[in-house]
Structures are given as C-alpha cells and as structure tokens.
C-alpha cells in the first residue's frame, strides 16, 4: 500500500491529508533564549498548515506536561486548555501526566476535548473509567485512517502510588491485535500514536522494536525518548523501519520542549505513496500579531507569575553545565549537593542519638535535572525549573549486594548523578565489573546509607534494588527549594555555583 517510488502530482489526484504532530513539550509556554519554541508561535505554524491544507488532522504524543513553573505553579491549569484552544484532534498520556497522581490526571483529561487513546493501559478500575479509547477511525481526505494510542511500561517509571488501579498490557501484542482489528474494519492506513520512546532504556520496548514486529501499522508518531528523528539525517535516526516483512514503516519524533513540528503528508496518488515527511522549526518567524489572541489573553496572568519568579537572580555559575549528558558536570554536581546535604542531616541527627549512621554517598537521576545551568547568573526560575518534580531529600540504609546491582544497572545505561567517592569501572566490553567507596570495593555484606530522593529510593528510573531499603529520615521540603536554599547561600559567601568533573563511571584499558 504504502512506499512505493515518487510521481509527479497531477490534478487527478486525490486528496491529500496532512498529519502534523507534537511529542514532550513539557510545559514548554515560551519561546527559550534563543527565541525557539513557545506555544503561541507553534499555533501560529499549525493555522498557517491549515490554511494552506484541506485536510490536516494535529496529534500529541504525550507529555505536554512538567518542565517549567507554568506547570510547577499551577498544576496543568495553563497547559490543558490552551491545548483545547489548539484544536487537537488525537492525544495520548506521556508518563508526566501522572506526577501529580491518576486521580488529578483524571480529572484534566475529563475535559481534554481531543480523541483520548490508550490501547494498553486498562482505567478501569480507576477514576480514569471510560476515558479512554484503544484506537479510533477517522475518515478524511477519502481515506479510512486508523490510529492506536500506546503507552510505556509505567513500572520503575511512574511512582507506583500515582498510577494504582491501571493495569498495563504488553505494547507489540496489543499493537498487533488494535492494527489488525483495524484494517478488518477497512482501514486504509494504520497510525500509533507511541509514548514509548525511538529509543529506550532498561529494556522496554521501543518504537523501532514496534516497528520490526508490527506488519499491519505504516506510521508510528513517538515521543518519551526527546528524540530528533530527522528526515535529512537518516544516518542519525532513520525514519524507515522495515517491519517484520520487510515493508518500511515511517517512524517519526520531533525532540523535545515544541521546538520542532511533525509535519506528515500522505498523498494517494498512484506511484506516490511514500509519505512525505518533515521537522518545520519553531521559531519567532510570526509576529505577534499573528498570534491566537484567544490564547494569548489567556496567557498574560500566569506569565506575569512566572516572569517575576524568572528574573530574579540568585546565585552566579563559574561553568556551564548541560542537562543532556548521563556523566559529567551536572550529575556530578548534583550528587556531590546530595551527598553533601544529607551528611548535614546525619551530623545534626548525631547531637542526638550518637549511633546514627554517616552517609556513604549520594545518588541523584539525570532524568531530573531538567534544564541546563549557564555559565553567570542563575535565576531562582532556572532552578525550580531544572529539579520541577515535588522530590524529596530521603536518607536510606541498603545492602552492600542492592548497592552493587544498583550501580550495575546504572552504569549499562551510561551513568547517573553519583557522588566523588563512587568508582565504578567497566571492562574494555562495556560490562561493570569493579565498585568502589573511596577507593575501596563495596561489601556486598555490608549496610550502606545514601543520601538520595524518594523517587529513586522507591526503585525508580530502573534502580529497582534501591527499593529495598529502611528509611532513616525523609525531608519536609522539596529539593527544588533545597537546591535554592544551598546556591543562595553560596552567593552570600561570594563562592560560585561549580563541579567536580572527575569522572565517577569509566572503562578500563585493553
């Protein structure tokens, strides 16, 4: 059906339809410093396309929440509906719908005014009830298009609190079975909508997995994963991934924070079948006065709430630190604050009960640390940005054995934010084969205390053996305001935000 060579367009065509699509905006409102992005100069795109195309259907792949203050502040009262203000057509869950739990979650997408798809997730023992649909037809442009809603694993993702009741099913058999049904119902086309990653790490499955195994979907559109799938860079991320019988599916992802629109055009005419497919930028090409005046109304309270919070500064960096790197300057800062803050906590506690135990090290995700720190003034915005999630400081007692498997597991995956006196050293092959505290290799015998948040400390972000632990103390603020607390005060000593950049995670020579 679909893929075949290119032809010129005649005027016996039939009518195109254009699909265009967004993944991971994260709260994403404003254009970044760079003037890239922001919600009112993507609506100025998207009414652009349909103006200019008779039939366009607009997607979300999930996530439109969590990321900046917009969302921090004010709970998804900014972000829903100014997506309703968007005229949506299809959306899905990403797995920060669920942050602040299912019941709040619920209650947004009870007035989402989208199709609201999830083939895998069963709400039915849930406030979500009947939310909810596994797949939906649309016909448009003489065509029956089919699209499934898929959803990642939410085990060791999604705090198990925030998702109780919801049952998951595996993402290829339900896939096949949803797109199968599909084309019996005559289906010309079959899309997923994913949130499952191009990418994935910990082993779950993927879009390039759904891909290979599928042989009834031609499009997957994806998010999860904040990756650029770039048409003009195949050799990066190809977007033609053979299914299981050799057939090419379109797999498509436009990075992350609305700073690309997914644009897809499938055009019926004979010999024209390969979908054409494309990233149109998001930048200030629109002025303003080409905005949705609807939203942009909508918009003036809450960013004057968030302006005043952004352009304070508090605090100066010597280095900038990047936000996308497993290893390096950022997650080794942030671990060292762990470590750091925790043996504050077990110094006071000791004045007390004498027998209370030092923390070992400390340990922090890279997932969240959310944005990047320039180098110069730091805003007290920048900071409730960069760690966005109610965390909070806990310290936990672990076994020497969970210690070491919980390094394993973080080392395969490149890394995690890890205090100075952690050293975990892999083989030439890749395979963690020596861990050490200060020097020495941990005693898988022995009781460890880690000064971390209780997110990981439940096992999250893969680290599963951490949720085998004793609490020994929880803290009663969230590490956001830690963070602002600790570079504030830095700033009153005259020191300057910096990081160690000895690295914590290395490979041995042949």
């Not at 918009?299 to 280095?319: E, F």
Request: glycine share 8%; proline share 5%; charged share 25%.
């Amino acid at each position: 059906m679909l893929f075949a060579a290119t032809v010129v367009v005649t005027p016996l065509l039939a009518e195109s339809i254009v699909i265009l699509h967004t993944n991971d905006t994260h709260s994403n409102i404003d254009p970044d410093k760079n003037g890239v992005g922001g919600i009112l100069q993507r609506k100025a795109i998207i009414d652009s396309v349909r103006n200019a195309e008779k039939n366009v259907l607009l997607v979300d792949a999930g996530d439109m929440v969590q990321g900046s203050l917009y969302f921090k502040y004010f709970g998804g009262d900014v972000e829903y509906p100014l997506f309703n203000m968007m005229d949506y057509d299809i959306r899905i869950l990403g797995n920060h719908e669920f942050d602040n739990g299912l019941e709040e979650m619920a209650s947004h997408w009870k007035d989402v005014k989208a199709e609201r798809l999830s083939a895998n997730y069963d709400f039915s023992q849930t406030k979500a009830k009947g939310l909810f649909k596994p797949y939906t037809i649309r016909k448009i442009g003489g065509k029956k298009v089919g699209f499934i809603g898929l959803n990642v694993n939410p085990e060791s993702l999604i705090a198990s609190s925030h998702y109780k009741g919801m049952e998951f099913s595996d993402i290829i058999t339900t896939a096949n079975a949803a797109a199968k049904e599909l084309r019996a119902k005559g289906c010309d086309l079959v899309v997923a909508v994913t949130h499952i990653g191009y990418t994935s790490d910990g082993g779950r499955t993927n879009d390039v997995d759904l891909a290979r195994a599928t042989e009834d979907i031609d499009i997957i559109i994806g998010g999860h994963s904040h990756t650029v799938v770039d048409p003009s860079r195949p050799d990066v991320n190809p977007h033609f991934i053979p299914n299981r019988n050799g057939k090419p599916v379109l797999v498509t992802q436009t990075g992350k924070y609305g700073r690309n629109l997914g644009y897809i055009k499938i055009d019926d005419a004979p010999g024209n079948d390969i979908p054409e497919y494309k990233l149109i930028p998001v930048t200030d090409r629109f002025s303003a006065d080409k905005f949705d005046k609807k939203m942009v109304e909508f918009l003036k309270p809450y960013r004057a709430s968030v302006d005043s919070v952004n352009s304070r500064v508090i605090a100066h960096s010597r280095v900038a630190m990047p936000n996308d790197e497993r290893t390096g300057l950022y997650p080794n800062w942030a671990g060292d604050y762990a470590a750091w803050f925790g043996r504050q906590v077990a110094d006071s506690l000791q004045a007390f009960d004498a027998g209370f135990p030092q923390v070992d090290l400390g340990l922090i995700n890279v997932g969240g640390i959310r944005q990047a720190m320039p180098e110069g003034a730091v805003t007290e915005g920048l900071v409730l940005n960069t760690f966005p999630f109610a965390n909070r400081l806990i310290l936990i007692q672990v076994s020497g054995r969970d210690l070491i498997e919980t390094l394993r597991i973080v080392a395969r995956k490149g890394g995690e934010g890890v205090s100075r006196e952690i050293l975990v050293v892999s083989s030439p092959d890749g395979e963690p084969s020596e861990f050490l505290i200060d020097g020495t290799p941990i005693d898988p015998d022995k009781r460890y205390v880690i000064s971390t948040i209780d997110y990981v400390a439940e096992g999250n972000d893969d680290m599963i053996p951490l949720a085998n632990h004793t609490v020994l103390w929880r803290d009663n603020k969230e590490l956001s305001r830690r963070m602002i607390d600790y570079v504030e005060s830095l700033e009153r000593l005259g020191l300057d935000i910096n990081a160690d950049p000895r690295p914590r995670f290395v490979t041995a020579r042949q």
